[in-house]
């Protein structure tokens, strides 16, 4: 059924736990996987303390080694047991867009995704990408918790 899966990772402790089902999953189906994290681009006014400091070079290149360490995750998984994978580094303001745009684009089957589990009030402040990739995706979502 599924034969393209989608694992976007924002390189925490839960979507590193949802690699690991996700590729198992995509083992027990014979799907291949796309990889995908999202970095913010740099901003001159900033929250993060990261970006006050660093220039926009530093800060581009600090951004695709977190990247690469995040989706190395993916690719050690899926290299261990022999499934075929691909690997996305997208910059964008919004990762949940970049996570339907690249389901769509790379014809994936499924996404195959963790969920931080926020609610109440901190879902209200902080958002989650989860439920806005469930509300905007026209691929089906499978959400890990």
Do not use: W
Request: aromatic share 6%; glycine share 6%; proline share 3%.
């Amino acid at each position: 059924m599924f034969k393209h899966i989608l694992i976007p990772t924002d390189g925490s402790e839960l979507s590193n736990i949802a690699i690991a089902y996700g590729v198992k999953f995509a083992k027990e189906i014979n799907a291949k996987i796309t990889g995908l994290t999202v970095t913010t681009p740099y901003h001159i006014f900033a929250v993060e303390s990261v970006q006050i400091a660093d220039t926009v070079e530093q800060y581009s290149a600090d951004m695709q080694a977190l990247a690469a360490r995040h989706l190395n995750v993916i690719k050690q998984a899926a290299s261990r047991v022999g499934v075929e994978h691909e690997l996305v580094h997208c910059v964008s303001e919004h990762p949940y867009a970049e996570i339907i745009k690249t389901a769509q684009e790379r014809s994936c089957d499924i996404i195959f995704q963790a969920s931080h589990g926020r609610h109440g009030v901190g879902a209200l402040i902080m958002g989650s990408e989860t439920q806005k990739v469930l509300t905007h995706s026209k691929v089906p979502v499978l959400v890990f918790r």
